[in-house]
């Protein structure tokens, strides 16, 4: 996975074609607006009602880049909400202060990355595939010949928790905001 690039990630999981580079229809909104990074690292869709993008961390656990990948679905849920404010009727809500308020040109508010918390939202929902994902063996693995590695991986079960541990902070980040 160190080695993969967005666009491998693009033609894999939406089984777009595309090269380095390219500007191509986004898959997510359909607009001719997602451009492709000539390193391959980056996706980023330019249109003003998606904005969606993905990334690639070559450095990462696999768990970590999973990680990112339900943070970037849920900023984009929190953006998208907050978006979606300037249209609703009661004029007291996090759009209006932003652009009425604190005088924030409403282009620069569709483009930062900033959001609302919408209601009743469900991490849980958003969090499964990944902790479904990490396999718990019901066997203990072989014991490995040799030197021990400098830094022990985590077992399946360890991974596991940490995924939960990372949904139940941001659970209690987001109890904590209302």
């Known amino acids: 996975m160190a080695n993969t690039g967005v666009s491998q990630i693009l033609r894999e999981q939406y089984h777009v074609e595309v090269q380095p580079g ?3 229809t986004c898959p997510f909104c359909h607009h ?3 451009g492709i990074k000539r390193d391959d ?3 980023k869709c330019f249109h003003g009602s998606c904005g969606r993008f993905l990334t690639v961390h070559g450095a990462g ?3 970590t880049i999973a990680l990112s990948s339900v943070l970037a679905e849920i900023y984009y849920d929190f953006h998208q909400e907050l978006l979606h404010l300037k249209d609703v009727a009661y004029t007291d809500n996090a759009y209006r202060y932003l652009v009425s308020d604190r005088k924030i040109h409403p282009r620069v508010v569709e483009d930062a990355m900033l959001g609302a918390i919408p209601g009743q939202y469900d991490l849980d929902t958003k969090f499964a595939p990944l902790i479904d994902n990490i ?3 019901t066997t203990p693995p072989p014991k490995s010949r040799g030197r021990p590695p400098k830094f022990r991986e985590r077992t399946p079960e360890e991974r596991r928790q940490w995924v939960i541990d990372q949904r ?3 659970r209690e980040c987001l109890l904590s905001g209302h």
């Open 61 to 63: 656990s696999p768990d």
């Open 22 to 24: 390219a500007k191509i």
């Open 168 to 170: 139940e902070k941001l």
């Open 32 to 34: 001719h607006t997602l």
């Open 41 to 43: 690292t980056l996706a």
């Open 135 to 137: 396999q718990v063996p």
